[in-house]
């Protein structure tokens, strides 16, 4: 049963994914409200990260629909207003971010082709959001930083760097595949602090891509469990942990490693 379906902001309804003759996601939905956040939670292959990329915008489904405050979104052919609100953060920011750009260059191509600043900014005032996003996610406000490539980082950091980002064209949504599995246990934490924080300063609705159980309770309201691209269990992250129902989910739950964020971030 979909959740908050009336006053969702973000909704994927029916979705069905098709390699072949094999169905990565099959008849998925979920809803999503303004502020709040859902992981969607499996092992690998269970059609989480298919759902994540339907969701963005990358892969069209054979089934289903995708929509944005109420209004449909183009499956793969979204306009620019509808890829600017719903923003993809990937899980390994090595190969996400291209490594002869600088950061620069790295956040300030989004805010030009969406228009974020105006027509025609000059770099002063280009210069100022981009260094306004580093401190934003966390990497101060040195104008240094903005001349340096992302090799020049450390995995913690281009993580950071791909958050501002997605954060550079002020999206609603923000979609997020396992943002910290690539990342040291101590930078994962510091990843989801600054994913807390950023939904209650920000606002922003965010789909969570998480293999672990422990990740989605720490900051999400909501849990789906996937297996088999099929959703088998839906609710809210305290239901499920106080009674997560199949056998599968049980089976999560108790490999679920314990992981907090800061007090009071959680939406």
Known sequence: MTRHASSALFEMRGITVHYGGFTAVDHVSLSLPKGRAIGIVGESGAGK??????????????????????????????????????????????????????????????????????????????????LELLRMVGLGESAGILSRRPQAFSGGQRQRIAIARALAVNPDVLVADEPTSALDVSVQHEILDLLAELRQTNGLSLMLITHDLGVANALCDDIMVMRGGRSVVHKSTEGLFADPGPQYAQDLLAAARSVSIAPGMRG
């Open 49 to 130: 990260s298919t759902l994540a990329r339907v969701a963005a915008g990358l892969i069209a489904p054979a089934e289903g629909q995708v929509l944005l405050a109420g209004q449909p979104l183009a499956p793969i052919r979204r306009t620019r207003e509808q890829r600017r609100r719903v923003q993809m953060v990937f899980q390994n920011p090595d190969s996400s971010l291209n490594p002869s750009h600088s950061v620069y260059r790295i956040l300030s191509e989004g805010m030009l082709l969406h228009h974020t600043l105006g027509s025609r900014p000059s770099r002063e005032v280009i210069t100022r959001r981009c």
